[in-house]
């Protein structure tokens, strides 16, 4: 057998070169590059139906690119079959084997290499997602989070080079779940194993991944640290896709080699030149709700855009903070959130407010966000905390 | 599909609690208990007394009385012990060469030709085609296509696989060949039925786990198909075993290949020494009883799935 003869010592690094995958009749992954450096924790965050599990079946080897290559710690495997790549899977189907016990299952991967101390490994890695209690048990007498911890016990005691996991803790209730991520990142750190990650949860691609990628519709939109992505998002989809964001479309007024300066809502509003991709025509431009402040009367202050006056439509109080949905005239609904601080105005639905943010907490985007803005007058029903139909 | 009764096991069928619904069941059994006894139990009933029969002492030749003959048994096992031997050999034979047939045909069907149900469907229906002619007419045709004069003899001697002498009808070959042809849809479909609802998922998994292939096919869809692989290997061995078509001189047998069921057909219809017939057909019972016993312990120890 060409199997991979032993674990891991360290990771290895993921290359994806041009890779393009045509099922018949559709187009699952579209020229795609990708590079993972070794031991990094890698997450893809993406909408149902983007590509996601796909990524992960064209790394393991079920699935053959229609063209690209997929470099394993720099050597092509592009060939090879699945067993013989340094590659587990944590499958979203977790594809446990129904005939044999849950230890097994995890000691499966550890007799394919001749691992001569299986037994003692896979209850290892049992006692790691606390099932060693159920060794005995076949798959079908666990509950659906168990069998899930199964599947990532399985996989993770192999101690591959490149770990794909695809959505493994999405059964798990909360706490478990942190539990789980938790044990995830010690193991990927003490070995130095590289994980690509998938997931739904943002706060968990957040939380656990040196770098996310944002995927959609088979590309990848954009990629980063988590905080780059979340502070300076390239893309409507990411903006949107990333937590929440006001996005405002205007004629560029203005370019300079430090702002760019457009027209919204009949207001001059300014992004640094550095956090803008385009610099002329038709801009859209975003800003972070929790970057917003809101004032009763209107400001003049130096250094800050602003919009409005605009009325509070909506206002949702969720403990920490409260989050306000104001229609301005000309501009549309924007989201504001506002941390429940000892001091500040208390402001009502109905109220006539300004809205101001710092010109450096802007981003200007390479696209363009699908929207026309919306003209709101007091007739018109409230929006529903959330949903902001024009800033998607 | 109603074979896949009897491939899928005993874990699937859904628990029930012992109280009305168990009665209704009852109700629902009670023809079927009915018909047992009255067409199985009462002729096994007869048959066992018939096997313990003795000659009458001041009757005719060829008239029995009831005792407690039990050397008939060890007259007929001193007699036709070969026979017996035969019989399992054959039937053996059969279901191997049956297994190692259909298994791949039933793979082909089931895995293979998933994505194309219609073709599956198509398959399937070859698979049971031979049963839209009668079976003795069946065999009858090989008799002549493997006969001294066929084409299929002719041509292995022109390309000097077989000797100018050689015959394939009347030999332990055309037997067994006629067993396998006969019996083996009842190898395919109980197979194809267990494979259907093979989790080609979990060959992914096994794949991904660093096992090739083979590996892969000998310990996930072996061990997955096993039920299937037990059903169908007992519905060929069974009738195979107690056969006495395919053996008889009138079809593909000659006159060293008479198996038991030959045997007991003679006994019954020819000589008319029904103790001894009797007692030969309780012993090839008995015989078959074992695997079945095997089968039944199988599915009660390991909680398949
Ligand atoms: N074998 C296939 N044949 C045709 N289309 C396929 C096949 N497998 C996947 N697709 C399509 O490719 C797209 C990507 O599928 P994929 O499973 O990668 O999505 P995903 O990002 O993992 O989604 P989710 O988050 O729901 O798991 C989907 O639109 C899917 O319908
Ligand atoms: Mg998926």
């Known amino acids: ?336 959130f506002s941390q429940n601080l000892v001091h500040g105005a208390v402001i009502n639905r109905g109220a006539t407010v300004w809205l101001t943010w710092s010109i450096e907490h802007g981003f200007g985007l390479e696209d363009i966000a699908e929207t026309r803005p919306h003209f709101d007058d007091e007739a018109s029903a409230p929006g529903l905390p959330g949903v902001v139909a024009e800033a998607v | 599909m109603a074979f896949t009764a009897f491939a899928s096991d005993t874990a699937l069928a859904p628990q029930q609690e012992p109280t009305k619904r168990g009665r209704v069941a009852l109700l629902l059994l009670l023809p079927g208990l009915a018909y047992l006894a009255v067409f199985f139990l009462a002729p096994l009933i007869s048959l066992i007394l018939t096997s313990l029969q003795r000659p009458a002492e001041f009757g005719d030749f060829g008239q029995y009385e009831y005792a407690f003959n039990v050397d008939n048994y060890a007259d007929v096992f001193g007699a036709y012990g070969g026979h017996i031997v035969r019989s399992i050999a054959y039937s053996s034979a059969a279901t191997v060469a049956a297994l190692l047939l259909g298994y791949p045909l039933a793979y082909f069907i089931a895995v293979t030709l998933r994505r194309w149900p219609v073709w599956q469907g198509l398959a399937l229906t070859l698979v049971i085609a031979p049963f839209f002619i009668s079976f003795l007419l069946r065999t009858l045709a090989w008799k002549q296509i493997l006969s001294d004069e066929g084409p299929v003899l002719g041509f292995l001697q022109l390309v000097q696989v077989l000797p100018d002498g050689a015959r394939l009808t009347g030999t332990d070959f055309s037997v067994i060949f006629g067993l396998t042809y006969n019996f083996l849809p009842f190898m395919v479909l109980p197979i194809y039925a267990s494979l259907a609802s093979l989790d080609l998922r979990l060959l992914e998994a096994s794949r991904d786990l660093y096992a090739n292939a083979w590996s892969s096919f000998w310990r996930v869809t072996v061990p997955l198909s096993l039920p299937g692989i037990i059903s169908g290997s007992l519905l060929v061995l069974i009738p195979a075993a107690g056969d006495y078509v395919n053996a008889s001189l009138d079809f593909l047998g000659g006159t060293g290949t008479a198996m038991v069921g030959n045997v007991i057909e003679t006994l019954f219809i020819e000589t008319g020494n029904y103790p001894e017939a009797s007692a030969l057909s309780v012993i090839l019972m008995a015989l078959i009883l074992v695997p079945v016993a095997f089968y039944v312990l199988f599915t009660r120890t390991e909680d398949l799935i």
Request: glycine share 10%.
């Open chain 1, 1 to 336: 057998m060409a199997a991979p003869s032993k674990p891991a010592e360290s990771g290895a690094d993921l290359e994806l070169v041009g890779i393009t995958k045509q099922f018949p009749g559709y187009r699952a992954i579209e020229e795609l590059d990708l590079s993972i450096p070794a031991g990094s924790f890698f997450a893809l965050l993406g909408p149902s139906g983007c590509g996601k599990t796909t990524t992960l079946r064209l790394i393991a080897g079920l699935e053959e690119p229609t063209s690209g290559r997929i470099l394993i710690g720099g050597s092509d495997v592009t060939g090879q079959k699945p067993h013989e790549r340094p590659v587990n899977t944590v499958f979203q189907s977790y594809a446990l084997f129904p005939h044999m016990t849950i230890l097994e299952n995890v000691s499966f991967g550890l007799k394919r290499r001749g691992v001569s101390d299986y037994k003692v490994k896979a209850i290892e890695a049992l006692k790691l997602v606390e099932l060693d209690h159920l060794a005995g048990r076949k798959p079908s007498q666990l509950s659906g989070g168990q069998q899930q911890r199964v599947a990532l016990a399985r996989a993770v005691v192999n101690r591959p080079a490149l770990l794909l996991l695809d959505e493994p803790l999405g059964a798990l209730d909360l706490k478990l779940r942190r539990q789980m991520q938790l044990e995830l990142k010690t193991i990927q750190t003490e070995v130095g194993l590289t994980f690509l990650h998938v997931t739904h949860d943002q706060e968990e691609a957040m939380t656990m991944a040196d770098t996310v990628a944002v995927m959609n519709r088979g590309r990848i939109e954009q990629l980063g640290a988590p905080q780059e992505l979340y502070e300076l998002p390239r893309t409507a989809f990411v903006a949107n896709f990333l937590g929440q964001s006001n996005l405002f479309t205007g004629e560029v007024l203005e370019a300079t080699d430090a702002l760019i300066a457009l027209e919204v809502g009949g207001r001059r509003v300014v992004v640094p030149a550095a956090r803008a991709a385009r610099r002329s025509g038709q801009v859209t431009i975003g800003v972070r709700p929790e970057k917003l402040l809101l004032h009763l009367e209107e400001p003049s202050l130096d250094g800050v855009n602003t919009l409005g006056p605009g009325r509070v439509v909506d206002v949702s109080f969720s403990g920490v903070s409260t989050q306000y949905l104001v229609a301005v005239p000309g501009v549309g609904q924007i989201i504001v």
